[in-house]
């Protein structure tokens, strides 16, 4: 951080963040500024291909491609000549080559050539267009937007992205237009999965009806953890002494992990899951496009036995169609819904609005969503002032593998921890 | 009236109100205020099925729905919890239930349950939603937005609305996408009949070839009445001491009566309607959604001999297709419209954009506006102050049928009175 | 000028004029005066059929038509009485009549006839709604949208417009939906036929693989002119005191002249053309709609021998479609673009963003588009301080036929001079 950064965290601390800030992501405010402040995802390996790829990330219009070695970059959007998108250029001759005057940039964004200038002229030299740190893990494409361009913080090495020798699944990318935070904190409400998803898959199977029942709704409590929060669910076990658990985890500044994907979708043996736990990590990694979209990038890795594990969960998931029936006189714009959980999730938190200008009147099970907002308003707070916000893995953690432990099986009985 | 709405009004009177305050219909505005002393339609009993159904009037984001008991409910759209759309909810259990925890709201917008609070919590008893109160008549359903949701005015028993023996017709709802005012005011203007719609059904037969003759219009006279204005078109009758007359009425605050129904478009026995009059009471009531759109709700009632009434003019409206032949270079938006008065109004109404905003020069023949304007913004000035505005019906006529007398056909000569 | 404007001016002349000033073209903005100084290409005669046409010309919208006589007329769109938009209006009687009451004007904006007021009444005479000077000149119509209505300046009598015993042509109207100054200041712009269009047909023939080469680009130079600004390209020609010349002209305010029409795309006799030079003017009229469109009108004035020479280049251009194969995972808005000139100038030129507000850097190679910038800023600022903008034509040269000099061919090697 340099002296004049310093000067302008100073005057920062004038500022009194509020929950109005959350859903704000564009430069220079403080949503913008805390989640600038970690990698975050903006593409997928399988996705990018010899095209550049536009991308809005945070409020920036940017311009994600491969070049002919490899290497990824991710420049402005617009060329720092005269604007021309880059989206259009070509990937050639060590960059990417915008197609007006054909300026040719490095992933670096250090200009390479630039073709109509006099053969001696050192211009090129001179114009370094705007360029973020990207790398490649587990299939995904994160970026850093941040302040430290030069020495970002460690790219964590959350679990489901290394190879352990299980099977890794890249779901395609889901495009939202609403705002991101109110998927985010949807996590940390477990009370909608049994009355939202009431009529999905939940409902239908063993794992759903007994565990996310309507009529009988499990515990649920909440830990703050050093990578954000977890929410821990419980219902009394097969014996005394045990008790059945899911957890799910919010891991800032945008990552969730729900540990009962297989059993809820995949249906497996669900006797020897109930005793061993989860074998699927199911992580979301969630970039907001700007205030009012945001991508969901997922991320499955399957350590059990079964070697067509992702073809059965994406049969089981074919299936889950939303079984409502639709009347000759029902226009309503998203129906059918019910019996989806993605498209309840999405009528729910698309007509929300926007946390901080909506009215809300929250209760006793909002306290995972309560809890869960003052420990972001406390990382926005952190990151504004110029320090360490949760979640940032120190450097010294940078070659650890990251687990989130959501466990979900059956335990002996705990006190109130995950 | 409290004495804090007392402190506030006396405040307004500060504010002057002006033309273009008549368009805006907001919360908080002068229009907006004084629309919502009054009943307004906002559905019909033949859509509301049971399914929530989103409605905006007045700016706000509602929701209109029937439970299973038959009582209406005019709710606020967006839960008060998070917020999430109540138009995906259930009807069910005495209420209606939010899709995302399942609160659940009686008509009067009382919670009545929080599936997901413990089982002993008081808070569902605290937790009143917005509501507005409805009421159903003759086949539409009314609301009142305004300042005394417990105590509101009566709602006016416009004689089309009351069952006396005769037929009814609820037309299917139009809804369109400019100004309501431009539309309303329209009908203190009958120039425009005998010029826009010369091309039009009143071309086509006796009364509109007779009556609303381009070349030879008919006297126009404006009348302020204690529901608003009428407008008096008259011409010589068949007698000396005798004349053609067509009325149509304006009834605060956007209520429309047109007489001529049966004359232009049944054509029915001719000699038999001019002697007897009218016998088809044609009324339309507006409603703006918010300051770019307004529906239309019209109700014809039918005390005359004829069984099929409405089958004759159902199928005579649908004869009056535009007539205009649509030339191969001609990519107008709203080319054909010539030879249907609907298309022909949408035209004319649509592109003049807002009352206050655009620039006019008034005439002689614009009188009927001038003085219809002047009322309604009496009104509003009436309204602003907290006073009684015109039109509100007093206590003592609620039960009285409400006759707008919108006289058609040939009778005595008489001053200028409607 | 009279003196309340030189008073207005007066006052101008503190508002510093910026870069960000030009492409925006609304009334009252520096730029939307300047170009109202000038005649504008506002439709084309064969486009202009017996019904009213509206058209956007610097952010104000106007009706264009041709009476019954043949005369043209542009006025305001909308009706002065009520605000209706006439261009659903009736072309009879003299004049426009609007739809609404039938007020009808003349093409000078004059209300000639008010069918619903008084036999007696003189408000006719006394209303003169919004009138624009317009004129035909070859297959264009142009309009005059300055503070001199009755006194316009001379509409200049083009080459291309003027009937020489020649073949002219008039191309569809483009339609753009973007700052139309982008469009315009390309053409300034040399450096880009060699680049952007290298995979185009200038890359396919002769004079393009030649001259236009990617490799070895021709020398650029720029001259002032006293109509605004020209390109001057040159290559060695084919002996030693020869050179191959390619130029282009930019007119002010927003008139464009390109030479190598028939050596680009007739290919033609490529001998004789070399010896004799271009004999196909090819002009570009640009006339913003308002900040965010334009249209191009472009005529074609052809004085060679061949015949069939416009249906030869229309075959030329019909195989110039893009070449570029799109791949499967290609989902970008404009591919294909590469190999057609017009897609590879709206690809660049769209998403460049308004100058003044995008970042640029500006290279040696830009100095046509540097040089152009201060001619139109120079005529800006004169135009703002009520004086006389460069390219406005002197009243004595109104008889003369104006010539762009945008030779095309092979000459004897001269000096820095177009």
């Known amino acids: ?10 005057k920062r601390k004038t500022k009194k963040i509020i929950l109005a800030d959350i859903p704000r992501v564009g430069p220079g405010t403080p949503a913008g500024e805390w989640l600038r402040r970690y990698w975050l995802a903006v593409g997928t390996v399988k996705d990018l291909h010899d095209i550049p790829q536009a991308v809005k990330v945070l409020g920036e219009e940017l311009v994600l491609f491969r070049d002919e070695f490899g290497r990824l ?5 617009h060329c720092p000549h005269r604007g021309t998108a880059l989206e259009y250029g070509d990937i050639e001759d060590g960059g990417l080559r915008c197609p007006y005057h054909g300026w040719l940039f490095n992933v670096e964004g250090q200009c390479l050539e630039m073709p109509a200038e006099p053969k001696d002229s050192k211009f090129a030299q001179k114009v370094r267009h705007l360029s973020y740190p990207v790398r490649e893990l587990g299939g995904l494409i994160f970026a850093y937007l941040g302040p430290h361009p030069d020495d970002p913080p460690p790219l964590p090495k959350y679990s489901p992205l290394m190879d352990r020798g299980g099977q ?33 898959g939940y409902g239908e199977q063993t794992w759903g009806n007994h565990f996310f029942s309507y009529q009988e709704m499990p515990a649920f409590d909440y830990v703050e953890m050093d990578y954000g929060m ?13 008790e059945f658990v899911d957890e799910m985890s919010l891991a800032l500044p ?50 059990g036995p079964e070697a ?22 029902d226009r ?5 819904f019910k019996g989806n959980i993605r498209q309840e999730d999405l009528i729910t938190q698309s007509t929300q609005g926007l946390l901080g200008e909506r009215q809300e009147q929250l209760a006793v099970s909002d306290r995972g969503v309560i809890m869960f907002r003052r420990i972001v308003m406390e990382a926005l707070v952190t990151a504004w002032k ?32 995950g």
């Not at 985010?184 to 009529?199: F, G, Q, T, V």
């Not at 977890?230 to 045990?242: F, M, Y």
């Not at 020897?272 to 699927?280: K, V």
Request: glycine content about 6%.
């Open 332 to 336: 309503r714009k998203y129906v059918p």
């Open 230 to 242: 977890k929410g821990v669910l419980t219902k009394p076990g097969p014996t005394p002494d045990t």
């Open 168 to 200: 890794r699944q890249i779901e395609p990318v889901r495009h939202c237009d609403y705002n991101w935070f109110n998927f985010y904190e949807n996590s940390a409400d477990p009370a909608h999965i049994c009355i939202l998803h009431r009529h999905a």
């Open 73 to 77: 970059g991710l420049l402005g959007l």
């Open 254 to 303: 945008s990552i969730i992990q729900v540990g009962d994907t297989e059993f809820v979708h995949a249906k497996l043996d669900a006797a020897a899951l109930m005793r061993d736990g989860s074998q699927c990590e199911h992580m979301l990694f969630l970039t907001p496009n700007d205030d009012d979209r945001f991508m969901i990038f997922t991320v499955d890795y399957y350590t």
């Open 386 to 417: 110029g320090g360490v916000p949760k979640g940032l893995l120190p450097r010294e953690r940078a070659d650890q593998i990251i687990h989130l432990d959501s466990f979900v099986g059956v335990r002996a009985k705990r006190a109130n921890q």
């Open 308 to 329: 067509d594990f992702f073809e059965k969960l994406k049969q089981m998931r074919a299936r889950e169609l939303p079984k409502q029936e639709v009347k000759a006189y």
């Open 1 to 10: 951080m340099t002296s004049t950064a310093g000067k302008s965290i100073a």
